[in-house]
């Protein structure tokens, strides 16, 4: 038990455009944590190694097409099922800082423009079931500076028509949620330093016992 496991644990979520650094700043968060005697763990969803998970991993590999509700309530079931492992984890004092979670799942399906699949339908999957970031850092950049980074375009969803789709997405939540919204454009020590004291103020209100809210209810 370090210093940091009174009381729950904080809940930190990273969302961002594809090649936006959401994996470098979550995991450069956790390492900077645990420096400071933060007991925190890096998870990132999809969970490719589930059951659930490889159908998903196959589906963005381009090895095989899904309807579009059926993929969604598949990302879904992929977090739903790691739901009891996830709050046993903040409830016993473990921050936990995600690389995406249920706003990837919203933001990729709505910029399909699926009829039917909008974002109700998105918010009712999985609102009620599923506990809310206590904060979403959102990392804002133009997706052209992205589509130059390297790995880009490896993936069904990696194509920068698309992207532009889904950063609008991103834009319209972030407002109607207020996330934290990033200047991933930045470096990435100035990017990691704004998100380190940020996140360590949600993680004192946490310990100092902010409750853990729903999702979307
Ligand atoms: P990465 O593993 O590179 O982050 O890509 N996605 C993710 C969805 O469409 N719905 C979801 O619920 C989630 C969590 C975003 C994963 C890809 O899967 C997309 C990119």
Not at 11 to 33: M, N, P, W, Y
Not at 35 to 52: C, I, M, Q, S
Not at 90 to 116: C, I
Request: charged share 30%; proline share 3%; hydrophobic share 40%.
């Amino acid at each position: 038990a370090g210093a940091g496991n009174e009381g729950r644990g904080a809940f930190i979520v990273f969302e961002g455009c594809d090649r936006s650094g959401k994996t470098t700043q979550s995991k450069k968060l956790v390492a900077a944590l645990r420096e400071k005697g933060v007991d925190a763990e890096w998870w990132r969803f999809p969970d490719r190694t589930t059951g659930v998970g490889r159908l998903i991993d196959s589906y963005l590999a381009g090895k095989q097409d899904t309807e579009d509700d059926v993929i969604h309530l598949l990302f879904a079931a992929n977090r739903l099922e790691k739901k009891q492992e996830l709050m046993s984890k903040l409830e016993g004092g473990t921050t936990v800082v995600l690389d995406r979670y249920a706003q990837s799942g919203a933001a990729f399906t709505m910029a399909k423009a699926t009829p039917g699949l909008d974002l109700a339908w998105c918010m009712g999957v999985e609102g009620s079931r599923l506990p809310a970031p206590d904060v979403v850092y959102f990392l804002k950049a133009p997706v052209e500076m992205a589509a130059e980074r390297g790995g880009f375009g490896d993936e069904r969803y990696e194509v920068l028509e698309f992207q532009r789709k889904v950063a609008d997405c991103y834009m319209n939540l972030s407002k109607m949620e207020g996330w934290r919204e990033l200047d991933a454009t930045q470096t990435i020590d100035a990017l990691h330093l704004e998100i380190c004291k940020d996140a360590m103020k949600v993680v004192e209100a946490c310990k100092a016992g902010r409750p853990i809210d729903l999702l979307w209810a």
